[in-house]
């Protein structure tokens, strides 16, 4: 009897312990910055043994403006391309220590899809034990919002506006994911802010596994996408809700699940609320032919993943907790 007693009592006390954040409140992120929302849930998910190599970007302005700086763990600034050397080069020297900490990389859009996607590849090639995660919010924000090539078809950007004869981005999303795949690595995932435990669920089977793993998590960003920033998590679900971007989790390159949709949304009711897709809702032909483009590019999604629920389960896109604004989580 003792000894449940002792139980429920530690078990009390954990539950009044604070959750462990790896990076704290107090910097300098927009309000409504899916970026920062998921570098908490990452890092909460990872604990406090790890190493992280962080590329330039947001991330890496709005928590670490010298001489101050947001994180509780070890961090190490690296350049736009390189993120993925400097974790490959802290891997093997804590390898050659004898040490067990683990190793991650952080990367926005900007420094995965285009400038560090080589320093990536190499990292996966070599089979380091790292996880690299990419906080997506599918444009270049740190410096202007320019495009790259995780924008969106269709997007308006500072360097892909909508003009006489182009309705925003011309080019269609890169498929980041079936690139990692093709390097046969152990793990990679989709993830979004707006499902926590699901995220960090997969960090959680990302660090322990032996060998490379990637993490792409969606990332709302309300300067650059132009909606206000207590829509973040809505965003970020109609994403999900609507198909335009899957939660999968693929093993040696090939999808093993996925999270399924309860109820299928438009894709317009994704993007009305953002205002660079607001040009598509003009009425001229073109503008419903992007729209009718989009919407056929989450119906391809759909199909390919199986995304579609047959009945209510706990983990679908609607059982599956979320978060609401300051960072607490319902059913």
């Known amino acids: 009897m003792a000894a449940k007693h002792d139980r429920d009592e530690i078990a009390a006390l954990h539950h009044k312990q604070p959750a462990f954040r790896g990076l704290d409140a107090g910097h300098m992120a927009c309000p409504g910055c899916g970026q920062a929302l998921g570098a908490r849930l990452v890092t909460e998910a990872i604990g406090p043994d790890v190493i992280i190599a ?19 763990v070890p961090w190490i ?58 906080f997506d919010n599918e444009a270049y924000m740190n410096t202007g919002v320019q495009r ?68 792409l998590v969606h990332s709302p960003c309300p300067l650059g996408w132009g909606h206000d920033g207590a ?31 309860r109820e299928l949304r438009p894709v317009s009711d994704y993007l009305k609320l953002q205002d660079r897709f607001r040009h598509l809702f003009e009425n001229v032909p073109e503008a419903h032919e992007e729209l009718e483009h989009l919407q056929e590019l989450a119906n391809y999604n759909v199909e390919l993943y199986g995304l579609r629920g047959e009945r209510p389960e706990s983990g679908d896109s609607e059982g599956s907790d979320t978060v609401t604004r300051g960072g607490l989580r319902s059913s």
Not at 100 to 117: E, S
Not at 169 to 187: N, T
Not at 242 to 248: A, H, N
């Open 231 to 261: 829509l973040t998590i809505e965003v970020a679900r109609l994403a999900v809700q609507t198909g335009i971007f899957p939660l999968i989790e693929m093993e040696r390159g090939i999808p093993v699940s996925a999270m399924k949709i």
């Open 54 to 72: 962080n590329a330039t970007g947001c991330l890496e302005v709005f928590t670490a403006a010298w001489p101050r700086s947001s994180w509780r």
């Open 77 to 134: 600034h690296s350049l736009f391309e390189n993120a993925p050397a400097v974790a490959s080069g802290i891997e093997v020297a804590l390898k050659v220590q004898g040490r067990p900490t683990k190793v991650v990389a952080f990367g926005g859009d900007g420094g995965t899809f285009d400038i560090g996607l080589q320093s990536l590849s190499g990292m996966l090639e070599r089979n380091h034990n790292v996880l690299y995660v990419c």
């Open 148 to 215: 790259s090539s995780s924008t969106p078809h269709a997007a308006m950007t500072t360097t892909s506006p909508r003009g006489e004869h182009r309705m925003g981005k011309r080019h269609l999303k890169k498929d980041l994911l079936s690139i990692i795949g093709a390097h046969h690595i152990p793990y990679a995932a989709t993830a979004t802010v707006a499902y926590p435990s699901d995220l960090r669920a997969k960090v959680r089977r990302g660090i322990d596994i032996e060998g490379p793993a990637f993490i």
